[in-house]
């Protein structure tokens, strides 16, 4: 079977209008997050957000942009540098396929509209409504970007969406269907109705006082994730069709795994026993032992349950030797988007032999299983790494695991 | 009441904003869908914006029989009150 490698890179995040300067960011340990000011905030319980550092749409023609919801926009950008990342491929579009996950798909268009809707009547609702909120929205403006013609895919599992997507790609290429793939997540949906619902979950951080501090993995005083906004997209290529272009290779995609808890519909297993599954299929699919494993970009979204049962996972199934960090302590959770931008971070770890440091854990959790963790803090560490994993987890029981191996 | 030549500078206006059409190419003659790229949903939009600005609603039907940027213009000058 050939290899996958991947040969571009593409996001825009809270700490970053593109790849460099999120990543520059990420190393320097700044944090993404801030305080929502919005009137509309005041009544919320959680009012910290990690907010794109770069508004989209000013980087996009004024008239696409009004075409296209936020999450349309952060997707295009993405695609966009990561095409041009990969040196502009000349592929024959029907080689050539698209993968953008999404949680939520344009569920600013759809609130927008439904307030137009309910004070204006339905004569006055946009024609564009419907292109710019179902969720394969991302998928399709990226497809119309790169003129894909190989299948254009949307898969929709929460925030493993973006890690489900590059999963998705690697299947294309396998699968004889694709030589060519732009695989990702994209998400933008900080709105009073999805932050009310996901604070009726006590889901999300009430940190308002200390938003820089909000998001903090395995650390004993998290209370929640920070919701944040982004894309992440990467160039998958069949292995000899980027080398016969002469393509930069950053590295390879070595394996995925992918497993469902089928335990609850958004509480994760407790022991984490299938995320262990993931991560162990996407081993077993890399042909790699849990010691080659040297780094992992945790999911870690600063929630007290879901950051042991991860903790459970990477003991059971790498064990103690990796250094994992927590990306979310500075880029807050981009939702579908977290797990594509975490393993363009990953990627970028094997390239540059480091790993960047999880903020604000002051007081490591005392559970056993964070204890035995080897989780790099404040700054980043040297080190050297042959593979790294990343994980992601979404609502509805979705694992998946993605294991990169260096160039 | 709007003249002839408020109409085709509003309508101009409107082309700008919704479809980015430069106000000197939004000329009588002009076809929206051949000439001025503009698509079905842009349309729509447009006879909203239309609706706004000169109080002249088009129908579903009637924005059917308008292709050319004269033919808008003609219908919002019969139609306007």
């Not at chain 1, 991560?279 to 992992?296: F, K, M, S, T, Y």
Request: glycine share 10%; with cysteine.
């Amino acid at each position: 079977m050939s290899d996958i490698v991947v040969t571009g890179l593409g996001a825009t995040t809270p700490l970053g209008g593109d790849v460099a300067s999120s990543w520059a960011a990420l190393l320097e340990g700044r944090s993404g997050v801030s305080l929502l000011t919005d009137e509309w905030a005041e009544q919320m319980p959680a009012r910290v957000i990690a907010a794109l550092a770069v508004e989209p749409s000013e980087h996009i023609d004024r008239v696409k942009a009004r075409r296209l919801d936020r999450c349309q926009q952060v997707a295009l950008l993405a695609a966009r540098e990561a095409w041009a990342d990969a040196g502009g491929p000349e592929v024959d579009p029907e080689r050539l396929a698209v993968v953008v996950g999404t949680g939520v798909g344009g569920a600013l268009t759809m609130l927008g509209q439904d307030d137009v809707l309910e004070q204006s009547g339905p004569t006055r609702v946009s024609p564009l409504t419907i292109p710019m909120l179902m969720p394969n929205g991302p998928s399709a403006t990226v497809g119309l970007e790169v003129h894909a013609r190989a299948g254009v895919h949307t898969p929709v599992s929460a925030c493993a969406a973006g890690s489900e997507g590059i999963s998705l790609g690697m299947d294309l290429i396998r699968a004889g269907r694709a030589d060519v793939v732009v695989a990702g997540g994209a998400e933008a949906c900080i709105h009073p109705l999805p932050m009310a619902g996901f604070s009726r979950m006590r889901a999300m951080s009430t940190r308002n006082d200390d938003p820089e501090r909000a998001s903090r993995p395995f650390d004993k005083g998290r209370d929640g994730f920070v919701l944040g906004e982004g894309a992440g997209l990467i160039v998958l290529e069949r292995a000899e069709f980027a080398r016969a272009r002469g393509a930069r290779i950053y590295a390879v995609l070595a394996g995925a795994g992918v497993s469902n808890d089928s335990f609850d519909m958004v509480q994760p297993q407790p022991e984490g026993s299938f995320a262990s599954l993931a991560i162990r299929l996407a081993l077993r699919d890399a042909g790699l032992e849990p010691g080659d494993i040297g780094h992992v970009n945790a999911h870690a979204t600063s929630t007290p349950v879901g950051d042991v049962a991860e903790a459970g996972a990477i003991l059971s199934s790498i064990g103690d030797g990796a250094a994992v960090t927590g990306t979310k302590s500075m880029t807050g959770h981009m939702l579908g988007a977290s797990g594509a931008v975490e393993a363009i971070f990953t990627i970028l770890a094997l390239r540059d032999q480091v790993v960047p440091g999880t903020q604000n854990v002051d007081d490591l959790d005392d559970d056993p299983r964070v204890q035995a963790l080897d989780i790099v803090r404040g700054s980043p560490r040297k080190a050297t790494l042959r593979a790294a994993v990343n994980d992601s987890f979404g609502f509805g029981g979705h694992n998946v695991a993605l294991v990169f191996t260096a160039a | 009441m709007a003249t002839t030549e408020e109409i085709q500078s509003g309508l101009a206006e409107i082309l700008e904003e919704v479809a980015g059409v430069l106000p000197a190419d939004a000329t009588p003659e002009k076809s929206f869908t051949e000439d001025l790229d503009v698509d079905s949903l842009s349309m729509v939009e447009i006879a909203t914006a239309v609706e706004d600005k000169f109080g002249v609603a088009i129908p579903d039907d009637e924005l059917a029989n308008i292709s050319t940027v004269g033919d808008a213009v003609s219908f919002i000058e019969k139609n306007q009150s």
